[in-house]
């Protein structure tokens, strides 16, 4: 039955393409983002754990840059290790040759902090001991913290990544149901031709 007060066919057509249209933006901008969650809207229990997760990968990554600049400290200070040993040495030569009390003598006991060859290596001894520990605690810290940064941006994506295969099948559907349902209104729309032929 046809009727002037309301086409309930074009309204149902007119809300179905509205839908049609929701989801068709969505899938667009799933697709162009790459994420399943771009607001609260989608998912806001796993918006709010994707960003926890991804806020911790961040603060890992920085964790690692830092561990890396603590290791390079240290091996800065082990090169000044070996300068010290260099050192070292040509004041066992001087104190070998009975030249200890000379001005170059005193120049590299000066330097070195030392008071003889075999004092200056003992420091360089401790020293050592300390930056090798420091190099691989450095680098199982930059290891460790690594590992978190990844484990935990897997985690951001598996709460927040978009499924790109499903999202291209959304986006085909969607562009269908827009098509057909735009059709559907055309043709519940085209009732009120048919009253308008009723007064010729």
């Known amino acids: 039955m046809v009727t002037i007060l309301s086409n309930v066919s074009a309204l149902a057509a007119s809300r179905q393409l509205g839908v049609s249209k929701l989801g068709l933006t969505q899938a667009i901008t799933r697709l162009t983002t790459g994420r399943r969650v771009n607001s609260s809207y989608d998912d806001a229990a796993s918006q709010v754990a994707g960003n926890t997760a991804q806020a911790a990968s961040r603060s890992a990554a920085a964790s690692v840059v830092t561990d890396q600049a603590a290791y390079f400290t240290a091996l800065a200070a082990d090169g000044n290790n070996a300068n010290l040993t260099q050192q070292a040495y040509r004041m066992a030569e001087l104190e070998g040759s009975g030249n200890s009390g000379g001005a170059e003598y005193t120049a590299l006991k000066t330097a070195t902090g030392g008071s003889s060859s075999a004092n200056v290596l003992s420091t360089v001894a401790t020293n050592s001991a300390t930056q090798a520990a420091a190099m691989s605690s450095a680098l199982a810290n930059a290891q460790t ?56």
């Open 145 to 200: 913290h690594g590992i978190t940064a990844e484990t935990q941006q897997g985690i951001a994506d598996a709460y927040l990544g978009a499924d790109m295969g499903a999202e291209m099948a959304n986006l085909t559907k969607y562009q269908i149901l827009m098509q057909a349902g735009t059709s559907a209104l055309s043709s519940a729309n085209s009732s009120a031709q048919t009253i308008m032929g009723l007064f010729r």
